[in-house]
C-alpha cells in the first residue's frame, strides 16, 4: 500500500509562498496523487490532483518528479485564509479491476499562515 | 447549494443508543464513500458504494456498523450499540465514477458525541 511522508507542520508570512512536499516512495503505476485541504469542523476540500510533471490551477501548482516518489504542492502569495491542514493522498486500487479509490488519509500538514 | 450534504451536522447520544446519519452526495455521482475521523488525525476509510451496491467495508467498521444506499442515491450510516470510542466526525464523500484519478468531493460531515 501506498504510503505518504509529508511535514507536521509549517509557518509561513503573509504573501509568501509556500511549498509542501509528501514522499511516497511506494506509489504505484497507477496511482494519482491529490491534494486536499482541510478547515477545522469541515469535510476536506479538494485542491488538485496530478500523475506526472506539473499541473496547475487557479489555487495551487503540484509539483512530481519523474521518478514519482514525491511531490509539491506549491500555494502562491497565501493569505490567513489558508490556515488549514493539508493532506497529500495517493490513490489505492485495493480491488484490481473494480476500480477501487480508498483514499487513505495520513496525519497532513499544519500551515499557519502568520500575519 | 450543489455540493455533498450530510444530517444532522451534530449528535449527541447516550451510550448503547442506536444513531443513524444520512448523506446526499451530488447529483448523479455514483459512487458514494463513508469515512470516519477523530481529533489530531486525518479521515479513515469505512466503506463505499458504486450506485446502491456496497463493494468494500473496512476492517475498522464493525458490525454494530451499517450502511445504506437503497436507490443509489442518498446513503444512510447506522450505529448500534454506541460506544464512547465511536464518538467521531462522520464524513461522506462522493465522486462521479471511481476510476483511477476520480477525485472524492466531501460533505461537510457529521459530528457524533457518545457520552
Known amino acids: 500500500l501506498a504510503k505518504t511522508t509529508q511535514p507536521i507542520s509549517m509557518d509561513s508570512y503573509e504573501g509568501q509562498e509556500v511549498n509542501i512536499t509528501c514522499s511516497h516512495n511506494?506509489?504505484?503505476?497507477?496511482?494519482?496523487i491529490t491534494w486536499y485541504q482541510q478547515f477545522p469542523s469541515q469535510g476536506p476540500r479538494f485542491i488538485i490532483q496530478?500523475?506526472?510533471t506539473k499541473v496547475t490551477n487557479e489555487v495551487a501548482s503540484l509539483f512530481i518528479p519523474a521518478d514519482r516518489k514525491s511531490s509539491t504542492l506549491s500555494l502562491p502569495r497565501v493569505s490567513l485564509s489558508d490556515t488549514a491542514v493539508y493532506y497529500c493522498?495517493?490513490?489505492?486500487?485495493?480491488?484490481?479491476?473494480?476500480?477501487?479509490?480508498?483514499?487513505?488519509f495520513g496525519k497532513g500538514t499544519k500551515l499557519s499562515v502568520i500575519p | 447549494d450543489t455540493g455533498v450534504s450530510q444530517n444532522p451536522r451534530h449528535k449527541i447520544t447516550k451510550r448503547g443508543q442506536n444513531v443513524t446519519f444520512r448523506c446526499d452526495p451530488i447529483s448523479e455521482h455514483n459512487r458514494l464513500y463513508w469515512y470516519r475521523q477523530t481529533l489530531g488525525q486525518g479521515p479513515e476509510f469505512l466503506t463505499y458504494f458504486q450506485n446502491e451496491a456496497q463493494l468494500e467495508k473496512s476492517r475498522l467498521l464493525s458490525d454494530r456498523f451499517s450502511a445504506e444506499r437503497p436507490k443509489g442515491s442518498f446513503s444512510t450510516l447506522e450505529i448500534q450499540r454506541t460506544e464512547q470510542g465511536d464518538s467521531a466526525m462522520y464524513l461522506c464523500a462522493s465522486s462521479p465514477s471511481g476510476g483511477l484519478g476520480d477525485t472524492q468531493y466531501f460533505g461537510p460531515g457529521t459530528r457524533l458525541t457518545v457520552l
Open positions: 496530478g500523475y506526472k
Open positions: 493522498l495517493v490513490g489505492e486500487d485495493t480491488m484490481a479491476g473494480a476500480g477501487s479509490y480508498q483514499l487513505t
Open positions: 511506494n506509489i504505484a503505476t497507477n496511482d494519482y
